[in-house]
T-cell receptor, first 113, second 114 residues
Framework: ETGVTQSPTHLIKTRGQQVTLRCSSQ?????VSWYQQALGQGPQFIFQ???????GRGNFPPRFSGLQFPNYSSELNVNALELDDSALYLC????????????FGPGTRLTVT | QQQVKQSPQSLIVQKGGISIINCAYE??????FPWYQQFPGKGPALLIA?????SEKKEGRFTISFNKSAKQFSLHIMDSQPGDSATYFC?????????????FGGGTRVLVKP
């Protein structure tokens, strides 16, 4: 069974730029959620994708957007990067019909300078 | 508004001792309460979870105690080992809400001294 994978591992961007982060869900899982984890804090829910559509969104501005592909992989896009966007971005996959368990990937460390 | 409050922020325990982490929630619609373990530079790993229809769940050295009336739940790590040194997060979710998002506590950094 393949776990959740994310790419890239680390990324450095300049304020105002745009970034795309990628996630491959665990084998058999059809739902992907994205979380932002600032240093020393718990993860904060950004949004979830199910059947290629956004299915729930946290308190994040529209410049945070996403996609889910037919193979259930997903992208997180952030436009007009701000310094406060520096964080660990986590992807979690789950089986919508199978229960509540969410399994996290290793994350992408984004630094905005 | 922080809906899940976790304490303590950090704790130090001797090898073989018991680590206890507490969480309190506000939203009575929450119906799933997992605990995650996170090592530096890694993503959170699901450790153990409980539903509100049971008061206790045990898996190996890890036990969740749940008090629905008090809206509190806790993680007990028995016979703590140096390899348990990590940050632990409690979380809660509402399966009926769109997105089934996890709301996390602030985390507890646990250090197990040999």
């Amino acid at each position: 069974e393949t776990g959740v994978t994310q790419s890239p591992t680390h990324l450095i961007k300049t304020r105002g730029q745009q970034v795309t982060l990628r996630c491959s869900s665990q084998s058999g899982h059809n739902t992907v959620s994205w979380y932002q984890q600032a240093l020393g804090q718990g993860p904060q829910f950004i949004f979830q994708y199910y059947r290629e559509e956004e299915n729930g969104r946290g308190n994040f501005p529209p410049r945070f957007s996403g996609l889910q592909f037919p193979n259930y992989s997903s992208e997180l896009n952030v436009n007009a990067l701000e310094l406060d966007d520096s964080a660990l971005y986590l992807c979690a996959s789950s089986l919508k019909q199978g229960g509540y368990e969410q399994y996290f990937g290793p994350g992408t460390r984004l630094t905005v300078t | 508004q922080q809906q899940v409050k976790q304490s303590p922020q950090s704790l130090i325990v001797q090898k073989g001792g018991i680590s206890i982490i507490n969480c309190a929630y506000e939203n009575t619609a929450f119906d799933y309460f997992p605990w995650y373990q996170q090592f530096p530079g890694k993503g959170p790993a699901l450790l153990i979870a409980i539903r509100p229809d049971v008061s206790e769940k045990k898996e190996g050295r890890f036990t969740i105690s749940f008090n629905k009336s008090a809206k509190q739940f806790s993680l007990h790590i028995m016979d703590s080992q140096p390899g348990d040194s990590a940050t632990y997060f409690c979380a809660a979710s509402n399966g009926k809400a769109a997105g089934n998002k996890l709301t996390f506590g602030g985390g507890t950094r646990v250090l197990v001294k040999p």
